[in-house]
């Protein structure tokens, strides 16, 4: 029997990386009631052309054994300069009784968009007004269990913005690993900021890393069913205790980079700028950086 299946709901996967779907789409208008002879089921994450098999779509390989990608993933209207600014960001605190969570979260959530976040759960539909109070404490019970805690965060409609937080404890404290995506319209993405967010999270947060990108995409986070522009690193930011546990004068050398010096002098963290967003070279850029600080002395 043939099978029929069209996915209409876009899939919001910013902020959410790794997580294994299919999206489902097909090359003809969904409200098209013809026949279905000729039409091409693809997936709209990957544009691998699909095909139903025993029960279930899976990728249709060619003749030669390979996958095929979908015309219609390909051929893609443009954005007319809608943005995404994305940010991995990661935060040691000592696990003491005096510990807030979700500083650094609302500070970025702030100076990026100008207000806080506004909702915060452990998974969809998110149904709690944002509240570091609450996640700490959730975070503090998980943890007498040796549990990881996991969130997600949602700005205003007006304000496109999700994020997620995975909170666990490491030997070094209660470690923070944030993943932000915000949305912005006509270019206007505030990357003059980031240095300023970067010395913030860095004074008052307790910053390890902050890895900025920019890429040319849908302002309000969805992702459509075709070929979007990749992730293009901005800027890399080392906490004050990493360049301490580096060496500042192995921080300060790295190659094709000048970092800036961020905090009190005495105990700086350092901010490489690594491009303007659009140069796919800042990624060499990027990986020359991170063999350097890596390199065993």
């Known amino acids: 029997m043939q099978k029929r299946f069209y996915l209409r709901q876009r899939r919001r996967r910013a902020a959410t990386p790794g997580v294994a779907a299919l999206f489902i789409r097909s090359d003809q208008d969904p409200g098209d009631t013809g026949h279905s002879r000729g039409r091409t089921y693809y997936d709209g994450l990957t544009g691998a052309v699909l095909h139903w098999h025993e029960g279930r779509f899976t990728p249709a390989p060619t003749a030669d054994g390979r996958a095929s990608v979908a015309d219609a993933f390909e051929a893609h209207p443009a954005t007319q300069g809608e943005q995404q600014l994305h940010l991995s960001i990661r935060t040691t605190h000592p696990a003491d009784d005096n510990l807030l969570l979700g500083g650094a979260l609302e500070a970025t959530w702030q100076a990026l968009t100008g ?52 909170v666990i404890r490491t030997p070094a404290g209660v470690e923070e690993q944030i993943t932000l995506a915000f949305g912005y319209t006509a270019g206007r993405a505030p990357l003059h900021s980031l240095a300023q967010l970067a010395e913030t999270l860095a004074t008052r947060h307790r910053l390890t890393s902050m890895l900025t990108y920019l890429r040319t995409a849908r302002a309000d986070l969805t992702t459509p069913p075709h070929h979007e522009a990749p992730l293009v690193p901005l800027s890399f930011t080392l906490g004050c205790d990493a360049v301490r546990l580096v060496g500042p004068t192995v921080a300060e050398s790295g190659p094709d980079v000048c970092p800036i010096r961020l905090g009190p002098a005495s105990r700086p963290a350092l901010h490489y700028p690594l491009g303007d967003g659009t140069d796919l070279t800042s990624w060499q850029r990027l990986k020359q950086l991170n063999d350097h600080l890596r390199a065993p002395r």
């Open 115 to 166: 207000a806080p976040p506004a909702g915060w759960s452990t998974a969809e539909p998110v149904n709690l007004p944002w509240s570091p109070r609450q996640l700490t404490e959730l975070a503090r019970t998980r943890a007498e269990k040796s549990a990881p805690t996991w969130l997600v965060a949602v700005g205003a409609p007006d304000r496109p913005a999700i994020a997620t937080c995975r």
